[in-house]
């Protein structure tokens, strides 16, 4: 077996943090990758419960998760399937990626963490995301938009010929065209709109309008909306997650739905933030296996709970889909 001092010799050598907790979730060990990640001295975690580096409204889960592998102690990947987050010693929170083994001295039980920064993976991730975006919508402008309005110019180039013969069939080919040159417009501008980032200052209330606002000048789908006159504020992540569902919603209605029509609904209700965006489009199955267009669904789930949140989804075939989220205010 290992002595203690070549066992912290060589977590010392490893590349990723380790920490290493007892079966009560303190920390009994960790290494210096350990401190320039989360910004603690060793010596301030010694001894502290591993929800330390957790976010405050996710220790709860994490514990009863802890107790749960205590259990049934093996090798296994944290979180399968969840966005894990750790959290600095100055609040600044960032993705990580767990990997858990059990480790016994004697008749005690010991657990080992390694824990892997994904920050700089989902943002080559997102880039090539963004990427892969881009190429679609060049292809789309391409095949579709500078299609449209080439077609359009030549009907122009026709109507020449008929302005002094025809008059009367000439207006009507005019009239035709500028009918496709708005929905090129319509085109161009929900491009336009899907591309903008998503910027929250934090205001989830004048956000939403804003955004609002951006999606009828962008799409002929009508939006519906019931917004509070206040609303009291959020934490800026929660703001931020919940502005991000709403923009989401009201595109996949747009885009894969074939909505006829959407409504936004906001409220406070029993110290929550609840919103609800509602579509009367094609519907689908939510047990059914999750589909490349029904992925963001799985995001805006995990998004909601990772920030302490409650998510639902309604929907079946030919009867739309509803989204809820319930985010706390306080916390």
Avoid: C, W
């Avoid at 009291?232 to 894969?256: V, W």
């Avoid at 999750?290 to 929907?315: A, I």
Wanted: charged share 25%; aromatic share 4%; hydrophobic share 40%.
């Amino acid at each position: 077996m290992l002595s203690d001092a070549i066992l912290r010799a060589l977590v010392e050598t490893l590349p990723d943090a380790v920490v290493i907790t007892n079966r009560d979730g303190q920390i009994v060990l960790v290494n210096a990758q350990v401190e320039a990640l989360f910004g603690y001295e060793r010596v301030e975690l010694l001894e502290q419960p591993i929800e330390t580096l957790v976010p405050m409204e996710l220790r709860r889960a994490h514990q009863n998760h802890r107790t749960a592998y205590a259990s049934r102690a093996g090798t296994r990947p944290m979180g399968v399937g969840l966005e894990l987050t750790g959290q600095r010693k100055d609040g600044g929170r960032f993705p990580v990626e767990i990997s858990l083994s059990p480790l016994t001295r004697g008749t005690e039980l010991f657990v080992t963490g390694v824990i892997r920064d994904l920050t700089e993976r989902n943002r080559m991730r997102k880039e090539i995301e963004m990427q892969q975006e881009r190429q679609r919508i060049a292809m789309d402008l391409h095949d579709g938009t500078i299609q449209s309005i080439y077609a359009i110019g030549l009907g122009l180039e026709m109507v020449l010929g008929d302005i002094a013969s025809d008059p009367v069939v000439a207006g009507k080919r005019v009239d035709g065209a500028i009918d496709q040159l708005n929905g090129v417009i319509g085109d161009i501008r929900s491009y336009i709109f899907d591309l903008r980032p998503v910027q929250s200052t934090g205001n989830l209330l004048a956000d939403l309008s804003a955004t609002i606002d951006e999606f009828r000048a962008s799409s002929t789908l009508p939006v519906a909306i019931e917004l509070p006159a206040s609303l009291a504020p959020l934490r800026d992540d929660r703001a931020a997650a919940m502005l991000h569902i709403a923009r989401e919603a009201m595109t996949n209605a747009r885009k894969h739905a074939h909505a006829h029509g959407v409504a936004v609904l906001l409220a406070q209700v029993d110290g929550a933030v609840h919103m609800e965006i509602r579509d009367d489009g094609d519907g689908f199955e939510p047990a059914a296996n999750v589909t490349e267009t029904h992925r963001g669904l799985r995001n805006m789930r995990l998004r909601t709970q990772r920030l302490g949140g409650m998510f639902d989804l309604e929907s079946a075939p030919e009867s739309g889909t509803t989204v809820r989220v319930r985010m706390p205010v306080g916390g």
